[in-house]
C-alpha cells in the first residue's frame, strides 16, 4: 500500500459520518420503537500504532536506499518487535485475517490464469509464468501452521476424484495442469481448516 492510501485508509477510521441534516425522517413500524442507540463509532488506532504503520510502510517501499548492514542489524529487533504484536493480535485475529488473505490471493492469482487464458487460449504450464507480465509476483500465503508461502506445486490434471483430494499441506499453492477437466485450477495446497471450518484446500 502505498503511504497516500495508507493514510486515507487511517483517515477513515477517524469516526462515523455525521448524518445530513436533511435527511428525510421515517415514522416507525407499528407498535415498535425507533432505536436511539448511537452508531458504535469506527476504530482509530492510537498516535502510536499510526506512527508504526507509517514507518514500517516507509521501509517496505524505501528499504533499498538503508545502507544494508544498518538494516541487516536492525532485522533481529524487527523479528521480536512482530512476535509480540502477534502476542497481543491473538491466534483468533491472526487466523481470521490469514484465511480472508488467503481468499483474496486465491481469487487474484485465479484471475491471472483466466487472463493468460484469455490471451493464449491456453493454461500456463506453471503459474508461476504469469510474473510479472500478469501477477508482480506469485501470491504469499501465511496460513496458520506454516512458514509464509508462495511455493507452486505442479500436479497432473488428469487426476481422478475431487481435486481437493490431492492437496498435501505445503502451505503454498497446488496448481492442476495438462490433458483432463481440472487443468489450469488453482487450490491451496493446505487441509487445515479456517475459522470457519472449511479446508483451505477446498476454497
Known amino acids: 500500500m502505498r503511504t497516500a492510501a495508507l493514510a486515507a485508509a487511517l483517515a477513515l477510521c477517524a469516526g462515523p459520518a455525521r448524518a445530513l441534516d436533511a435527511a428525510p425522517s421515517t415514522a416507525p413500524v407499528s407498535g415498535v420503537e425507533a432505536s436511539t442507540a448511537p452508531a458504535k463509532p469506527k ?7 499510526r506512527q508504526a504503520v507509517y514507518t514500517l510502510n516507509l521501509l517496505a517501499e524505501r528499504g533499498g536506499e538503508v545502507p544494508a548492514e544498518k538494516l541487516a542489524a536492525f532485522l533481529p529487533e524487527l523479528a521480536k518487535f512482530n512476535s509480540r504484536l502477534e502476542e497481543l493480535l491473538g491466534r483468533g485475529l491472526l487466523e481470521d485475517a490469514a484465511a480472508r488473505d488467503a481468499q483474496d490471493a486465491l481469487k487474484t492469482f485465479r484471475n491471472a490464469i483466466q487472463l493468460y487464458y484469455a490471451a493464449f487460449n491456453k493454461y500456463p504450464e506453471n503459474p508461476e509464468a504469469l510474473v510479472p507480465g500478469y501477477l508482480p ?15 507452486v506445486k505442479v500436479t497432473d490434471a488428469s487426476r481422478d476424484g475431487e481435486p481437493a483430494k490431492a492437496a498435501g499441506d505445503s502451505g503454498g499453492w497446488l496448481y492442476f495442469y495438462g490433458a483432463g477437466a481440472n487443468s489450469g485450477l488453482l487450490l491451496i495446497d493446505c487441509t487445515h481448516k479456517d475459522p470457519g471450518g472449511q479446508e483451505f484446500a477446498a476454497y
Do not use: F, K
Open 43 to 49: 476504530y482509530l488506532p492510537p498516535a502510536e500504532v
Open 137 to 151: 509476483a506469485v501470491p504469499e500465503l501465511r496460513l496458520a501452521g506454516h512458514a509464509p508461502s508462495a511455493a
